[in-house]
C-alpha cells in the first residue's frame, strides 16, 4: 500500500519578536522550498491582557509596529530564497482563537513554531492547557526546539566590571552568541529611598535605576552596531551571586557567564570578586573571569 505524501501548499510560522521564535523559520523555509509551498510568517503582538487570560505576561512583547518592522526585514531577509512569502499580525489577547482563524481563512496545511520565545511560544499562543489545545489545532504542528548560544555578563556599572566586555565580544562573534548585559540592582541607600517613596517622591527613588538601564541600553546599543545580537536586563535583589546564578539557570541557552574578578572596588574578594567565586562555584556552565587591567 502507498502512502500518500503530504502536499503543504501554506506553511504557517508564529513568531513573537525574538530570535528563539525566529529558529523555526529555517526548518520552515526548508519545507516551502521542498514542497513549492506558500510561507506565512505571523507576529504575535500587544497581547495586553496576558495575565486575565491566563497567559504568561511576556518579558518583550512587541507593538503592532514593531511586529510589521521586523516583518518586513525578515521579508526582505528571504527574498534570496525566491520562495512566496507573506506576512500577517495578530494582535489582542487571544492569540490562539486568532491563530485559528487565520489557519482556516488562509487553508494552511502545517505550522512551524519554537518551542521558545519571550514568554514560552506555546503558552503564549495556545494558552495554560497547551496539551488541550494541541490535541484540538486542525493541522499538523511541527516543533522546532532551537539551538542557543547566549553569553551572559554581568555589571555593576564599574569600568571594572565593564573589562569582561571584550571577551565576552570576541566569543559572541566566535559562536554567533547573543550578549545579554545583566545588572543586579542594589539600591545604595535602601531606606532612604522607601522614604522617598513613602513620601511621594518615586521618581527620585528610582532615579539611580533609570540611570544604570540607560548605561546598559547605551552598551547595547553600541554591541548592536558592530554587528553582535544583544540586550540588557535588570533584577533588583540584594544577594546579587544568588540573583546571577537564578537568572543564568532559568534564562534558555546561556552557553557561558563572563565576568569580570574585580568590581567597585580593586579588593578581588569583595563585591565583583567574591560575588564571581559565588557564582564560579553554583554555576554549571562554564564561567570565563576576567583580570582587568590596572588603570
Known sequence: MRIPTP????????LD?????EYAIGHAVNLARAYHARLLLVCLAD???AEASGLPLA???????EAQARLSTLRQQLRGENLDIETRVIDGDEPRAALERLVEAENVQLV???TQGWA??????FGPDVESALNSLPVPLLLVRPTTYKIVVPLDGSSWSESAIPQAQEIARAFDAEIILL?????????YADQLALAGQQEAADRPYEEMREILIAMRNTLRQEGIRAREHIIRSNNPA???????????GVSMVVMSTHGRTDLSRLLMGSVAQKVVKNLRCPVTLVHPRRP
Open 120 to 125: 514560552g511560544m506555546l503558552r503564549w499562543v
Open 242 to 252: 544568588q540573583a546571577i546564578v537564578d537568572f543564568v539557570e532559568s534564562e534558555v
Open 112 to 114: 512551524v513554531m519554537s
Open 47 to 49: 497581547v495586553i491582557d
Open 17 to 21: 519578536g525574538s530570535d528563539v521564535a
Open 59 to 65: 518579558a518583550e512583547q512587541v507593538t503592532c509596529q
Open 7 to 14: 502536499a503543504y501548499q501554506t506553511i504557517l510560522v508564529p
Open 183 to 191: 545588572h543586579i540592582f542594589q539600591s545604595p541607600a535602601s531606606d
